[in-house]
C-alpha cells in the first residue's frame, strides 16, 4: 500500500491495523529468519501506552558471528559484489519500490516502535528511504577507475573495489530512514551488511530485510541482528571479519566503536553522533515570523529527538522579546502533544519512560542553573501514561548552562541573546559539537563570514533543514566524521587498488 493510499487512513483506521499487527521477531540471517542462537528476548514496548508490541530476538556473539560468516561467504562469492552494474541497480530500483509499496507496514510499526507521528512517518521518513535507495542505485555505474600518465614502458591503472562486510548500527529516532542512510551506499557499492538496528526500535529492519530478498537481492547479502548495544552491538564493532563499521547514535558508543575497531581489525569507522545546533537570527532578518516558523519546527519536530535540532536559539538582542513573544504564540498550535496514530497529531510520545526521565531531568537542571520557563516544562495533561514530555522553551539562558552545551535530545529549546555576529559565532562554536548551524540574515557578507567561520558539516543561511540527497551529511568535531547521503558517501565504501604493469 503505497503513501498516497495510507494518507487517506483517519486514526480508527490507524488502530485497526494496529490492533491486528503481528511483526516479525526474528533475527535475519543468510536470507532466513531465526531465532537467536541462545533463545534470548527482549521487549518491545509502545511508549504511548506503555503497553508491550512484541518480544523480539535478542541477537549474541553468535549471532552476530553467523551473520558475519553469512555476509563474508556472500561477498566472496561475488553473487552481490561482482554483480553486473545494472543488475544490481535494478534490484535497488526494485527495494525502493517495494518499501513505498509497504508505506503503511512501515509507517505502523516505526510509529508504534517509537512513537513518532504516523503522519510524519508518510511524509518523511518512508520518501526519505525509498529516495535514499533511489539515490545510491543510481550512483553504482558512475564509479570509475582511472589511467595514469606513465613512462612508456609501464601500463598503470586505479580500481575501485567494494571492502566486504559492512557493520550499520544505527539510532531510534529515525528507524527506517537512518537504516536506509547506512545501509544503501553500502549495498550500491557492492558490499554485505549486517544491520544492528537500536533496541528500542527494533522491528522496521526485520521487514526491510525481507523486502530486499523480494527484490532479488542474494541471501547473505543484508542480514539484521537485533540485540542488545553492549552485546550485539559491542560483537559487531569487536569482530575480525567486518571491514568497516559505520554508525549513527551518541558520543559515548560512537568513541567505544573506535576503540572496538582498534582493538580489532582497525576496520574503518565512520561516525555521526549528534549535535548542539545554533540557529542564529540576526537583527536584520528578512522576515522574522518565517525564521519563528523554523525554529519552532526546528526543535520541536520528531519530539525534539534530532540530530540536529536546533536546541540553541541564538537571538539578536534587539529582537529577542519579539522573537520569543511570536515563538510562543506559534507553538500554541504548531506541536501538540497526541496519539501518533492520529494523523493529525504532531507530537508523540519519547521513544522510552528513560529518555523522558532523562530530558525531564535536563528541564530541571536548566531551572536550577537560573535559566527561566516561557512555556512547557512537564508531561501533557491527559498523556501520563506514555512518555510524552510538553514542548519546552527557556530564556535567560546562558551558553555555558548544561542545557545549552549537553544535547537533551527532546522538545527543548534554550533562547540565548547575543549584540553582534561576532559574539554569535562565538557562542555557536563554544560546543563540543559541530553538526549543523543556522544563519538568519539580509546581508551576504554577514552570511558568507559567518558560514566560513562556523564550525558544523551543514549550514543553512535563511532556512533550516533543507537539503536533498547530493547534500553532505556529518559533522566537525564530536560531532564524528565520515558523511552521509551524497557520492562521497559511495566512495567510502569502496577502496582503491592500484595496478603496475610493466611493459617490458
Not at 548552562?401 to 534554550?414: D, H, L, R, S
Request: proline share 5%; net charge negative; aromatic share 8%.
Amino acid at each position: 500500500m503505497n503513501v498516497g493510499v495510507a494518507s487517506a487512513f483517519d486514526t480508527t483506521a490507524w488502530h485497526d491495523r494496529a490492533s491486528g499487527l503481528k511483526p516479525e521477531t526474528r533475527l535475519f540471517i543468510d536470507g532466513e529468519f531465526v531465532d537467536a542462537k541462545a533463545g534470548g528476548r527482549f521487549e518491545s514496548t509502545n511508549p504511548a501506552t506503555g503497553e508491550v508490541l512484541a518480544e523480539v530476538s535478542r541477537g549474541t556473539g553468535e549471532d552476530i558471528d553467523a551473520a558475519v560468516a553469512a555476509a563474508r561467504k556472500a561477498f566472496k562469492s561475488g553473487v552481490w559484489s561482482r554483480m553486473a552494474p545494472r543488475d544490481r541497480m535494478e534490484v535497488l530500483y526494485k527495494y525502493a519500490g517495494l518499501i513505498e509499496a509497504h508505506a503503511s507496514e512501515f509507517a505502523l510499526l516505526d510509529s508504534l516502535d517509537m512513537g513518532k507521528p504516523v503522519s510524519d512517518m508518510l511524509n518523511i521518513d518512508v520518501p526519505g528511504a525509498v529516495i535514499t535507495f533511489q539515490y545510491f542505485a543510481e550512483t553504482i555505474d558512475k564509479i570509475d577507475g582511472q589511467v595514469t600518465n606513465t613512462e612508456a614502458a609501464a601500463f598503470h591503472y586505479i580500481l575501485r573495489e567494494p571492502l566486504g562486510v559492512v557493520g550499520c548500527v544505527v539510532p531510534w529516532n529515525y528507524p527506517l530512514m537512518m537504516a536506509a542512510w547506512k545501509v544503501a551506499p553500502a549495498l550500491a557499492a557492492g558490499n554485505t551488511v549486517v544491520l544492528k538496528p537500536a533496541e528500542q526500535s527494533p522491528l522496521s529492519a526485520l521487514l526491510m530485510a525481507k523486502l530486499f530478498t523480494e527484490a532479488g537481492g542474494p541471501p547473505g547479502v543484508f542480514n539484521v541482528v537485533n540485540g542488545l548495544g553492549e552485546e550485539a552491538g559491542k560483537a559487531l564493532g569487536l569482530h575480525m571479519d567486518v571491514d568497516k563499521i559505520a554508525f549513527t547514535g551518541s558520543i559515548e558508543v560512537g568513541k567505544l566503536m573506535m576503540v572496538y575497531a582498534g582493538q580489532s581489525n582497525k576496520k574503518r569507522v565512520t561516525t555521526e553522533c549528534g549535535g548542539k545546533t545554533p540557529q542564529i537570527i540576526m537583527a536584520d532578518v528578512e522576515n522574522l515570523d518565517t525564521a519563528v516558523q523554523y525554529a519552532v519546527g526546528g526543535i520541536f519536530s520528531n519530539q525534539g529527538e534530532v540530530c540536529n535540532a536546533g536546541s540553541r536559539l541564538l537571538v539578536h538582542a534587539s529582537i529577542h522579546d519579539e522573537f520569543v513573544e511570536k515563538f510562543k504564540e506559534l507553538s500554541k498550535t504548531a506541536y501538540i502533544p497526541g496519539d501518533p496514530l492520529d494523523p493529525k497529531t504532531t507530537m508523540g510520545p519519547l521513544v522510552t519512560r528513560d529518555q523522558q526521565e532523562r530530558v525531564l531531568g535536563y528541564i530541571e537542571a536548566g531551572k536550577q542553573e537560573g535559566a527561566k520557563i516561557a512555556f512547557g516544562g512537564g508531561v501533557p495533561e491527559g498523556l501520563e501514561a506514555g512518555c510524552y514530555v510538553s514542548p519546552t522553551l527557556f530564556t535567560g539562558v546562558e551558553n555555558k548552562m548544561k542545557i545549552a552545551q549537553e544535547e537533551i535530545f527532546g522538545p527543548v529549546g534554550a533562547v540565548i541573546p547575543f549584540t553582534d555576529a561576532g559574539e554569535a559565532v562565538a557562542i555557536a562554536n563554544d560546543s563540543i559539537y559541530g553538526l549543523t548551524a543556522a544563519i538568519w540574515t539580509t546581508d551576504l557578507n554577514t552570511a558568507h563570514k559567518m558560514a566560513r567561520d562556523i564550525e558544523a558539516g551543514v549550514i543553512w543561511v535563511n532556512c533550516f533543514d533543507h537539503g536533498d540527497m547530493t547534500q553532505p551529511w556529518g559533522g566537525y568535531k564530536q560531532s564524528g566524521f565520515g558523511r552521509d547521503k551524497c557520492f562521497e558517501t559511495m566512495l567510502a565504501h569502496t577502496q582503491t587498488k592500484s595496478v603496475w604493469i610493466h611493459l617490458g
